[in-house]
T-cell receptor
Framework: ELKVEQNPLFLSMQEGKNYTIYCDYSTTSDRLYWYRQDPGKSLESLFVLLSNGAVKQEGRLMASLDTKARLSTLHITAAVHDLSATYFCAVDGMELVFGKGTKLTVNP | SQTIHQWPATLVQPVGSPLSLECTVEGTSNPNLYWYRQAAGRGLQLLFYSVGIGQISSEVPQNLSASRPQDRQFILSSKKLLLSDSGFYLC??????????FGPGTRLTVT
C-alpha cells in the first residue's frame, strides 16, 4: 500500500525567508504532483514531476523529485504573504495518494 | 479547454435527509472521475472513482453512493445523511497519465 508522508504539517515563516517542504512516499513511483489549496477553495495544480531528477520552478517555488530516494521537495525562496496556503503532494500509484498537506503561513 | 463544474456550491441539510451532488466535465471525453471528501483542516479522502459509464469503485464503505449516468457526469448521493458526512466534497477528473483537475467543491454542513 502506497503511503505518502509530508512534513512539516504546519509551517510558520517570515517573509523573505527560505524553507523546504518534504514529501516521502513508500513504494516506487515516478509520477508526483504538487497542489496548492487556499482556505475554502479547491485544489490548484502547481507542478507535475514525471521522472527522476525532474525539477520545476514557478516564481518563488521550486519542486524536485528523487525517485530513488522516494522523495520530493518543494522549496520556497524569499517567501511572501501570498504564498500562505496548504500545499499537498500526491503520488501516482494504483491510484493517486495524497499527503496530509502542509499548512504554510507567511508572516510579515 | 476543459472545465469541471460542481453544484451546489454550499448545502446545509438536516440529519437523515437525502443528498445529491453533481459534477460535470466539459471539453474532454471518457475521463476518469473521482469524488473526494475533505473534513475541516484535514487531507483528502478518496470516496469513489469511475473509469467509465456505470463503472464505480468504492474506496470507503459508508452511507454514500455514486453513479455515472453519462460519460461526463458524476453524482454523489446519500439516502440518509449523518453528521459525520459534513465536509468539503471535491470532484476531480483526469485522463490516463495526466494530473488530476479539481472542481470548485461543495461545502456540505449536516445539522
Amino acid at each position: 500500500e502506497l503511503k505518502v508522508e509530508q512534513n512539516p504539517l504546519f509551517l510558520s515563516m517570515q517573509e523573505g525567508k527560505n524553507y523546504t517542504i518534504y514529501c516521502d512516499y513508500s513504494t516506487t513511483s515516478d509520477r508526483l504532483y504538487w497542489y496548492r489549496q487556499d482556505p475554502g477553495k479547491s485544489l490548484e495544480s502547481l507542478f507535475v514531476l514525471l521522472s527522476n531528477g525532474a525539477v520545476k520552478q514557478e516564481g518563488r517555488l521550486m519542486a524536485s523529485l528523487d525517485t530513488k530516494a522516494r522523495l520530493s521537495t518543494l522549496h520556497i525562496t524569499a517567501a511572501v504573504h501570498d504564498l500562505s496556503a496548504t500545499y499537498f503532494c500526491a503520488v501516482d500509484g494504483m491510484e493517486l495518494v495524497f499527503g496530509k498537506g502542509t499548512k504554510l503561513t507567511v508572516n510579515p | 479547454s476543459q472545465t469541471i463544474h460542481q453544484w451546489p456550491a454550499t448545502l446545509v441539510q438536516p440529519v437523515g435527509s437525502p443528498l445529491s451532488l453533481e459534477c460535470t466535465v466539459e471539453g474532454t471525453s471518457n475521463p476518469n472521475l473521482y469524488w473526494y471528501r475533505q473534513a475541516a483542516g484535514r487531507g483528502l479522502q478518496l470516496l469513489f472513482y469511475s473509469v467509465g459509464i456505470g463503472q464505480i469503485s468504492s474506496e470507503v464503505p459508508q452511507n454514500l453512493s455514486a453513479s455515472r449516468p453519462q460519460d461526463r457526469q458524476f453524482i454523489l448521493s446519500s439516502k440518509k445523511l449523518l453528521l459525520s458526512d459534513s465536509g468539503f466534497y471535491l470532484c476531480a477528473w483526469d485522463l490516463v497519465g495526466t494530473e488530476q483537475y479539481f472542481g470548485p467543491g461543495t461545502r456540505l454542513t449536516v445539522t
